[in-house]
């Protein structure tokens, strides 16, 4: 996988386990810097690289209040740690004030390489496939089905069970990715029933 993860705001946010609005604000203030790809429809798609995990998980998890200029610092440092070493890595901020970044945040990073890995290998987007809704690739299986069932009580291993020639890891990549890419549109269903009950 390359540097560049290609993740969106949502999908840094869910990996790193903080409000989305936590990333919005580091790109507001231009501590994380997106690449603009432009897309079919409407607004370029903003991709950011995967220290963008590493540095929203370690603002969330830091119990410190920094300013904008360690942030900015943060954020330097973190771009500047080779992918494979991130997990692991230490970074300065300051003379003497070192963050043990891998202590911090490395499950949430090794979590999302694993998930830009599966995304970029088993999630598929094609108009004549159901279209254009994401599905796992070689099937019709969409992502939002993994979810649905997912949300409705069963496990990976249920999903894994009933469709063996799937690789979990298919199902990991299509259960993060419909978390972080929701259905535009009217709800589905009896919405009103769910608040009954």
Excluded: C
């Amino acid at each position: 996988m390359s540097a560049a993860a290609n993740l969106s705001a949502r999908e840094v946010a869910d990996l790193a386990g903080v409000p989305k609005r936590l990333v919005e604000s580091a790109i507001e203030d231009g501590l994380l810097r997106p690449r603009l790809v432009p897309r079919r429809k409407g607004r370029p798609d903003r991709l950011l690289p995967l220290h963008a995990v590493a540095f929203a998980g370690v603002l969330a998890k830091l119990d410190l209040p920094l300013r904008l200029a360690h942030k900015k610092r943060l954020a330097a440092a973190l771009a500047r740690v080779p992918l494979g070493e991130l997990r692991s890595a230490q970074v300065e901020l300051l003379p003497a004030v070192a963050l043990d970044v891998g202590r911090l945040v490395g499950d949430a990073v090794e979590r999302a390489e694993r998930y830009a890995k599966g995304r970029d290998r088993y999630i598929e987007i094609k108009d004549a496939i159901k279209g254009g809704t994401p599905v796992i690739r070689g099937t019709r299986m969409t992502v939002y089905s993994v979810l649905g069932r997912i949300e409705h009580g069963e496990t990976l291993g249920d999903l894994v069970a009933d469709n063996p020639d799937i690789p979990p890891e298919a199902f990991e990549a299509a259960h993060v990715y419909a978390r972080t890419h929701p259905l535009v549109g009217r709800p589905g269903g009896r919405p009103w029933e769910r608040k009954a009950a």
